[in-house]
């Protein structure tokens, strides 16, 4: 299974930004799918995350200025954030949470990341 992730790149401060990230392969069944990110010299971090029933869960440094949206049949999911602060600059990794179709386990994923910078 692989996850290809896009959006990131540099943003002024106040901006916003929109990151997708498409899963592909043998997938029976997505559960969760999400967003972390790693800032520089930081543990990697929850952004957000939806289950496979639209709950979502968000860091409360984002929750009032992001929204987290999936297309199940297309195996997508997006981040939309609004207001950025050079504080959100970071690696931003995507991860999906899944039953393989080859095995019927649960399995997870994780991007490559894709880079947000928040800079004037």
């Known amino acids: 299974v692989q996850l290809a992730e896009s959006g990131g790149g540099l943003v002024q401060p106040g901006g916003s930004l929109s990151l997708s990230c498409v899963a592909s392969?043998?997938?029976?069944?997505?559960?969760?799918m999400g967003w972390y990110r790693q800032a520089p010299g930081k543990q990697r971090e929850l952004v957000a995350k939806i289950t496979s029933g639209g709950s979502t869960n968000y860091a409360d440094s984002v929750k009032d200025r992001s929204i987290i949206s999936r297309d199940n049949a297309k195996k997508t999911v997006w981040l939309q954030m609004n207001s950025l602060k050079p504080e959100d600059t970071a690696v931003y990794y995507c991860?999906?949470?899944?039953?393989?179709?080859?095995?019927?386990?649960?399995?997870?994923?994780w991007g490559q990341g894709t880079l947000v910078t928040v800079s004037s």
């Open positions: 392969g043998p997938i029976f069944r997505i559960n969760a």
């Open positions: 991860i999906v949470e899944f039953v393989g179709s080859l095995t019927y386990r649960p399995l997870e994923t």
